[in-house]
């Protein structure tokens, strides 16, 4: 048990099926949640909970290995971008929670989700929003943060369960992803592949973020 001094549950709410984590930004906590029909975005006042908008995007996302959207959303700039199970990708104001854009990455890639469901959360370098792709010669696709229109697509092998992450290695900011079989760094401005190493697993589950050691 807790000492009667410890953490203290602040607040609580309930709103529905997810495997979504939190993201708090300012005074707001964002994340996806479905119900037996449809999925949304949310937003939560950080302080207390209340509700402060909800809005309705996709249908619910069924999945053997368990429903629900499986990728935290990610802020910048005023926008919420948020990735299905399914693979649409899409952006939110985050004030008022209006819809700016959504696209069908595997759709439109001409590829497939996962089998256990799309998974990776978006990065945001600059003006673009990188997720995998389903494709799986076209890994990796980044897009405009204020329109969705595809800029690039690298790597190849089928999506990865873990998130893309920006780092500097060797001097040179990169993106890092892992694939269902190998590691990736890739140009940040235009997806060029730098290097590849061989990273397979058993299901093809790579669902670790990479972590960058701090350079001594």
């Known amino acids: 048990e807790w000492p009667s001094d410890g953490p203290k549950i602040i607040w609580r709410t309930s ?20 119900d037996e029909s449809d ?29 629900g959207p499986r ?16 693979g649409i990708l899409a952006a939110f104001n985050t004030k008022d929670g209006k819809e700016l854009w959504q696209v069908n990455v595997p759709s439109s890639l001409k590829g497939e989700a996962s089998e256990y469901g799309m998974s990776c959360s978006p990065l945001v370098v600059d ?16 897009f405009d943060t204020k329109s969705g229109k595809n800029l690039w697509k690298s790597a ?3 999506a990865g369960y873990s ?17 269902a079989d190998a590691v990736f760094g890739l140009e940040a401005t235009d ?7 061989p990273f397979p697993t058993e299901y093809d589950c790579n669902t670790a973020c990479p972590v960058q050691l701090s350079e001594s």
């Open 15 to 34: 709103l529905g099926i997810s495997m979504s984590s939190v993201v708090v930004s300012a005074d707001q906590a964002f994340t996806l949640f479905q």
């Open 163 to 179: 998130s893309p992450v920006l780092m500097t290695l060797a001097g040179k900011e990169q993106i890092v992803t892992l694939t």
């Open 191 to 197: 997806g060029e592949v730098l290097w590849k190493f």
């Open 156 to 158: 190849t092998g089928k």
């Open 71 to 86: 990728a935290t959303p990610t802020v910048s700039e005023g926008q919420l971008f948020v990735f299905t199970g399914e």
């Open 127 to 142: 003006n673009m929003v990188v997720v995998h792709t389903g494709n799986a010669d076209a890994a990796v696709g980044a």
């Open 39 to 67: 999925l949304y975005a949310v937003a939560l006042d950080a302080a207390t909970g209340k509700e402060l908008w909800r809005t309705k995007f996709a249908t619910a996302y069924e999945n053997a290995m368990g429903n």
